[in-house]
């Protein structure tokens, strides 16, 4: 479908050694257990208070550090304290916050799909991660691990890689590897709706303009536009407030000119929340829709609205022991801020 573009408009012991970092020190709950503290980054066991929480087997260059459900990242700022920075649970889902005073939103998901047989299978739950600890790099952390939708495909070649955090950027960079566990078919009727093979999504609440974690969507495609002497092709900023009601996001068969998706937060109002921003390495941006949808809620706990991209390239089927694709994407959350646009999507 085309449109007109111009028409669319460790914790304590570190008290004495940090000084400045005093302010807003964040520390673990009683029943959270310390892991790893290199004096920049620290990792916490604990556990998720979300729904049907996984543990994800966890190591420190290969020695075994316990099962944890949620694995909490902090990291110090100078003037502002050592604040969490990261959530990582076991059934896939990786939260970031910006320091104070930012606060956490909404939430990153990994890889989904609906299947010819089964329907609808839910995102990639993480099973194992080992820390690599690099003394000769302390501001990044780097995690090994596995993942696995449990009935279909695996990659035991998980990486994630997070630089070092910084007030106006946190991020995480993602990739892996999928190999089919057993024969499977993906469901064409739902590719023909961007929605049979999510690559990864962000989730985030959405009430109303008074209650929520974000408030739109953006990313970048190749539009038709049109003037008195005819219509051409042109790269446009596509952007859509978000409603609550049940509602699709992307109205038009649009496909990413850019690797950014974001789902924004235009204002530090209700609450310091980021805006949540996936940039996509592979697949090609190019091989990708973008789509989501909102579900009509009165819940300020649930994550009603769904913004993934779509790996329309993905075959019909695929046999068991087959890779399925090679996954690199990054997770960002930056501050809220108004964004540019230049075309309307569904509102």
Not at 253 to 272: C, E, F, K, T, Y
């Amino acid at each position: 479908m085309s449109r007109n573009l111009f028409a669319s408009a460790g914790f304590a012991r570190r008290l004495a050694a940090c000084g400045a970092w005093v302010v807003a020190l964040a520390l673990p709950a009683a029943a959270d257990t310390n892991l790893f503290d290199n004096g920049r980054w620290a990792v916490v066991g604990a556990t998720d208070p979300g729904p049907d929480p996984r543990d994800i087997s966890v190591s420190i260059n290969g020695a075994p550090a316990g099962s944890f459900s949620e694995l909490k990242l902090f990291y110090g700022f100078t003037g502002a304290g050592f604040p969490q920075v990261f959530s990582i649970t076991g059934r896939g889902a990786l939260r970031p916050s910006l320091p104070p005073p930012g606060e956490f939103g909404g939430s990153f998901w990994l890889t989904s799909y609906w299947d010819c047989s089964i329907g609808l299978v839910p995102s990639l739950v993480i099973t194992e991660l080992n820390l690599l600890v690099d003394p000769k790099d302390p501001k990044v952390l780097v995690f090994e691990g596995a993942v696995s939708n449990l009935t279909s495909f695996q990659a035991t070649d998980v990486r994630l890689k997070f630089p070092a955090p910084a007030s106006k950027e946190v991020k995480v960079d993602v990739s892996y590897t999928l190999i089919a566990t057993r024969d499977f078919c993906v469901d064409a009727s739902r590719q023909n709706l961007e929605d049979g093979f999510r690559v990864a999504r962000m989730r985030a609440n959405y009430l109303s303009n008074d209650e929520n974690d974000n408030d739109l969507i953006r990313y970048k495609a190749r539009l038709q536009a049109c003037d008195w002497f005819g219509c051409f092709g042109v790269t446009g900023s596509v952007c859509g407030s978000l409603h609550n009601d049940d509602s699709e996001l992307v109205c038009f068969d649009d496909r990413l000119a850019d690797p950014g998706m974001l789902l924004v937060h235009q204002s530090i109002w209700p609450r310091n929340t980021p805006t949540l921003k996936i940039d996509f390495d592979k697949p090609s941006p190019k091989k990708l829709n973008p789509q989501g949808v909102v579900a009509a809620s009165i819940d300020p706990d649930e994550e009603n609205v769904d913004f993934w991209a779509n790996w329309r390239a993905a075959k019909n089927s695929y046999r068991a022991g087959k890779k399925v694709g090679k996954f690199e994407y990054t997770m960002k959350a930056i501050p809220p801020d108004t964004v540019s646009c230049n075309a309307g999507a569904c509102y």
